[in-house]
């Protein structure tokens, strides 16, 4: 059965790793004398208390995890550093409501970038670069960053990557998982770094800086201004945000390869990249053609207008620079299918992923061959690598539980009194973790407040499901998860 003391053990390490960054806040809100001292001073109090109460009562547990313990402190971690990370909103009181504090924090979390908050401009410093911090720290899992810190904390590492890893395909760089962890978050902070000081140079301040260029590289989308990108009225600050959105959405195994190894070459071989790089010029020349055509948008505008929207929607970030909502029609459907899609396996991102997609292409390629050649042998290849069976299995009950899960929610969503568009891009946003609706009452510049408490608990299920990729999660709700044998 489950190993509880392992997994309290393993709670309790990460709990002190949730407290020292809530330290940072404090530091951050006494650096601007705001109200918001005591929140993190009271919150980061009953974190390092809860973590010592959990530590203590794994003291005695084996540094082993199996598969099935795996999967279980993967869930439980999310769930736990939200139930803590949302203290500080409480406390504070910029969040008075449970249900939408919780919502906020699994939103940060997640990546999934949707807030409850009418007016965060009003937040003090400390709140704000929380906020921040929560997407940057569940950009590449919280998990794995344990993995990369503290590699002999989890026993099973191999088993947990397995459960947190988005992608059906997983790569490796070095032999050793927590060194492979260790480049991919050097990789991570190296492009945060250099997000930071270009939005700097472009004319942010430092705080704003720090702020955007944390939640642009998880691909997070929580802002500091209530207008997004649109607040600095800067053509390099869109075209920057633009550019990191898109390095962040690359497999950051290709990127460790092109950066440290100078195989650039690599890069552009990769078939999945290939897809990647070819939807974004599609979608954009295609939105930028109805903006001028149908908006009578200048060439430039509409040609940043359509990148940024294209890229913020399939990195599954919801920065925005327009009001995509009064875009027309076919451009909603063309943005919700990038929703979908997503970017590649092994980034920040969210979405099915664009090696599933070249998958699934392939798969059903090769039964339009097998109609005519009934018994050839035709495999599934992805840069060259041929697909297991298995895979391709686990690839179509992935792709099942997807829509299911869209359809399900839409069909809540539309019940609750939700007009269809609505509810069909507020799906899309939770499951694939964008947090971006394309109506004008949901959108990426406006708030989610609106919805029932209950519908709020309904998103922070479906925001953990679609970070941890359906699986993982629903697999803690069937019957043999939980059977001795």
Not at 82 to 98: A, E, Q, R
Not at 209 to 214: E, K
Not at 385 to 401: G, K, M, T
Request: proline share 2%; charged share 10%; glycine share 8%.
């Amino acid at each position: 059965m489950v190993n509880w003391r392992i997994i309290s053990k393993i709670l309790g390490s990460l709990l002190f790793i949730e407290a020292f960054f809530m330290l940072w806040c404090m530091v951050m809100a006494l650096a601007h004398y705001e109200d918001d001292v005591m929140a993190f001073v009271m919150s980061t109090t009953v974190t390092f208390g809860c973590a010592f109460l959990f530590l203590m009562f794994g003291r005695h547990a084996e540094n082993a995890l199996s598969r099935r313990d795996a999967y279980v402190v993967v869930t439980a971690t999310w769930l736990v550093f939200s139930v803590f990370g949302m203290l500080p909103f409480l406390i504070h009181g910029s969040v008075t409501n449970l249900s939408e504090a919780f919502f906020e924090t699994m939103s940060g979390f997640t990546t999934t970038g949707v807030t409850t908050i009418d007016d965060v401009e009003r937040l003090p410093h400390g709140i704000l670069f929380w906020r921040s911090l929560m997407q940057w720290i569940g950009g590449l899992g919280i998990v794995f960053f344990t993995i990369a810190l503290l590699p002999s904390l989890v026993g099973g590492s191999v088993k947990v990557f397995a459960a947190e890893a988005t992608g059906p395909i997983r790569s490796k760089m070095h032999p050793r998982l927590s060194t492979t962890a260790k480049w991919i978050w050097s990789i991570y902070l190296l492009l945060t770094i250099a997000c930071g000081l270009s939005f700097w140079a472009a004319g942010m301040d430092w705080f704003d800086a720090v702020n955007y260029s944390m939640t642009t590289t998880a691909t997070g989308g929580f802002s500091t201004h209530n207008g997004s990108t649109v607040f600095f009225n800067s053509v390099t600050i869109e075209y920057l945000a633009i550019l990191f959105q898109f390095l962040a959405g690359i497999n950051f195994t290709l990127l460790y390869m092109s950066i440290f190894r100078l195989k650039v070459g690599s890069v552009f071989s990769n078939s999945e990249f290939r897809l990647y790089i070819g939807v974004i010029l599609m979608a954009t020349f295609f939105i930028m053609f109805m903006l001028v055509t149908q908006l009578h948008y200048h060439y430039e505008p509409a040609f940043r207008s359509a990148l940024f929207q294209v890229v913020s929607f399939i990195t599954t970030t919801g920065l925005s620079n327009d009001n995509a909502g009064m875009w027309p029609p076919i451009t909603w459907v063309v943005l919700g299918g990038l929703m979908f899609v997503g970017a590649c396996a092994g980034s920040t991102t969210g979405g099915f992923k664009c090696v599933r997609v070249l998958m699934l292409f392939k798969v059903v390629r090769n039964e339009f061959r097998h109609i005519l050649h009934p018994n050839a042998v035709l495999p599934v290849k992805v840069n060259g690598q041929s697909i297991p069976q298995s895979r391709l299995v686990s690839l179509l009950a992935v792709f099942l539980l997807y829509v299911c899960m869209l359809l399900g929610v839409t069909v809540v969503m539309t019940v609750s009194g939700i007009d269809m568009t609505n509810a069909l891009t507020i799906a899309l946003s939770l499951v694939s973790n964008t947090g971006a609706g394309l109506d004008t009452n949901i959108g990426p510049v406006m708030s989610w407040a609106d919805l029932s408490d209950s519908l709020k608990w309904l998103c922070s299920f479906l925001m953990l499901v679609g970070r941890l990729e359906i699986m993982a999660v629903l697999v803690l709700f069937t019957r043999s998860f939980w059977k001795e044998n």
